[in-house]
């Protein structure tokens, strides 16, 4: 009878703070979506295809940002390629170092290195070659046109010359 009655206290007390120890421990964390981090980086959406979706977003602003595939836009006139991992580093109205995102000036991809988000435009670093847009032509993630690797076959069998 008294291992009975011991059982059923120590029942009691763990119906008893189950509920507490439920409530004290912490919510899940549930971390920005890539819109949601661009906002608040002060980023347009737009720079990113709609394809972005996961991320790893270090203290120091690196980051590395992965595609479902990688993808081929046309934004403004321009192709522009993203490879599946992009990476660099990131501060407010800035990315730094970009690796993975590459346009096709004439016959050839060049990387994009950088982009700049002031004075309402968008600038482009290609190399040593900038480039600005007004920020306005941002407005929504652009859709693949094809994937990364079908386009550079493509790339692959046109004429140096037209």
Do not use: Q
């Not at 011991?6 to 004290?24: C, H, I, K, W, Y």
């Not at 580093?89 to 994009?112: C, D, K, M, N």
């Not at 290609?126 to 407005?139: L, Y």
């Amino acid at each position: 009878m008294a291992m009975a009655a011991a059982a059923s206290a120590l029942l009691l007390l763990l119906l008893m703070l189950g509920p507490a120890a439920s409530t004290s421990a912490a919510a899940p964390y549930d971390p920005p979506t890539v819109p949601e981090l661009m906002d608040r980086f002060g980023l347009p959406r737009a720079l990113l295809p709609e394809t972005a979706r996961r991320y790893l977003l270090h203290n120091d602003g690196t980051f590395e940002l992965f595609l479902d595939d990688g993808c081929v836009v046309e934004a403004g006139g321009y192709r522009v390629g993203y490879d599946i991992k992009l990476s660099g580093t990131v501060s407010h109205g800035a990315v730094a170092g970009l690796e993975g995102v590459r346009v096709r000036v004439l016959f050839a991809w060049l990387p994009i290195t950088g982009v700049e988000v002031a004075g309402g435009e968008v600038t482009v670093h290609i190399g040593p070659i900038t480039k600005s847009f007004p920020v306005v032509g941002f407005k929504s993630s652009p859709r693949c046109i094809a994937g990364l690797a079908a386009a550079a076959a493509v790339d692959a069998s046109l004429p140096l010359v037209e």
